[in-house]
């Protein structure tokens, strides 16, 4: 109790302490005021965030085009598999401490123990450091132990058939990993203070840098040089870590259990999630098909998640407002705003990716080039299978921020196993096809099951009827687009689909009105981010849609 005094004197005399931990004490004030103020301050932090997102998605995307265009797909192929290699890499050595400062900074904030958290960060990092270090090592060292065997192929090309014992492959497998996991704590950490503007600018500094330097590197260098540029980027986010105070102490006895239980779990549930949601298909389809394979699997993958990832975003800064409602042991309000925010997503996310697949046979080769054509129809069973999981994304941020890590760790466990049995069986048998239905019919199964613990074991029901009326309008809006871009496969064709799906997608919604009043007021609240000369319009538009 003294503690938390000596931190609630500390922060009201101690503005500079405050703004050091990018804390702003007026807006910690202001939050704590009224309820409006609240709601307000997370429709903002949530678009912030979603921008910064988007830079950050800009970037890999982006790159993929340049790769792609440059390099080819077996040149695409072997990027792929380094990014794969340096994703699981980059799990394995989270320890869900990244996770955790999301989860654990906020509470700790909105209790005013801004020396706590100070200390909770420097304990975090220097374990953080010391674990993703040693992941790269093993890189280095299995590069060096290739050097030894065959002093001759340290300098030779990387080419299909020979870049997995190439030790300059693995050299820049091991930097990316380094670099791109201190990105990830800075990022995390300045989510967990709800920093989301410097956020949003070092993504899209971040962004610039990848696109330039895989571009460069692409062209100077070939696939090397792609693969240097996977680090570039993360230097500008790992700058943010100059502001964190070496603190000396320990943190609370309380707060390590909490914290110790909290991370592994999740770190668990991270790992396992890499097997069937973070491109383990990749090395059945390269073990069995080759780097051709993995190259299409890749572009459908990517064009995947760039349909996500604008409506995914939005969630940034769900973790931080829930972790704070339970902080202060406000339950219902939490329930509120799982059930607020599941329709809100859907909303953008259902016409993306059920649109995004219908245009995706004109969007796809003009993207990448002719070459990927074959990847059509893969790309249209990821953005069918992502419009019903992702959606519920925001089920498992609410059992995070409950502490409910037990239940994800086992649901993970199951989903692994599952992808494991896939990619023995089905993929090397139909190849990148078998691979997204099986990632697809994965994913619905744990998503399924994760709606039903919350109904049955936290009293948190989905409201599935909003869903079904969002999903029937946006399967009318890909409907009318894909039946134009067939008659029409041409980039005009695809506007006018983009179009006539938009209006299709609208009117549907006037029809069947799905939102309820209270997300309709949040959408305007969110529109007050806007510039004033856009507002406007953008009222008038949502007075027609859905008033």
Known sequence: MGRRQDSRRQLRTGADMAAYFGVNPQAAARS??????????????????ALAGIFTTLGGFMSTIV???????????????????????????????????SRFLPELLARHEVEEAGRLTRVLLGSFFACTFVIAASFWLYAGWLIWRAPLQAS???????????????????????????????????????????????????????????????????????????ALGSLVPISMLSRVEPLGGRIDAVLRRRVTRFSLETWGGYLLTAFFASRMEVFFLERSWGSH??????????????????????????????????GRDEQSEARAVYAAS????????????????????????MMYGHAFEPAITTATILLTSAAFVTSTSIASVFLIAMERTRFLLASAL???????????????????????FSRGGVQFAIAAVTLWYLRRHLDCPTPFGILARLLAAAALCAVVARLIVIEVPSL????????????????????????????????????????????????????????
């Open 67 to 101: 790769v792609a265009r440059l390099l080819g797909v077996q040149g695409t192929g072997i990027v792929a598999f380094a990014t794969w290699a340096v994703t699981v890499s980059i799990i394995i050595a989270d320890l869900g401490i990244t996770g955790t400062l």
């Open 32 to 49: 704590t005021r009224d309820r409006p103020s609240m709601a307000s301050t997370f429709v903002r932090n949530s678009v912030v965030n």
């Open 492 to 547: 005009g064709g695809m506007i006018v689909a983009i179009v006539a799906g938009a209006a299709t997608y609208a009117a549907a919604l006037r029809l069947l009105r799905p939102l309820l009043p209270r997300d309709v007021e949040k959408l305007r609240t969110a529109v007050l981010i806007l510039p004033r000369h856009l507002r406007p319009a953008v009222h008038f538009g949502m007075q027609l849609i859905l008033a």
């Open 414 to 436: 199951c989903g692994a196993a599952l992808s494991i049995l896939a990619g023995v069986t089905i993929v090397p048998a139909f190849g990148p096809v078998a691979a997204a």
């Open 342 to 365: 599941i329709p809100l997503m859907a909303l953008v996310l259902f016409p993306a990716c059920l649109g995004t697949a219908a245009i995706a046979p004109v969007l796809l080769p």
């Open 293 to 326: 394979a993995v190259g299409l699997f890749t572009v459908s993958l990517t064009l995947s998640n760039l349909a996500t990832q604008g409506p995914l975003l939005l969630t940034g800064a769900l973790l931080p407002r829930l972790s704070q409602h339970v």
């Open 156 to 230: 030779a090309p990387l080419t299909p058939e020979t870049y997995t014992v190439s030790p300059i492959f693995w050299i820049l497998v091991g930097g990316a990993c380094l670099a791109q996991s201190m990105a990830n704590f800075a990022n995390s950490w300045l989510k967990g203070h709800q920093d989301f503007a410097a956020l949003a600018r070092v993504a899209a500094f971040a962004c610039l840098v990848q696109i330039l330097g895989t571009a460069v590197g692409a062209m100077a260098f070939g696939v090397i040089g792609a693969l240097c540029a996977m």
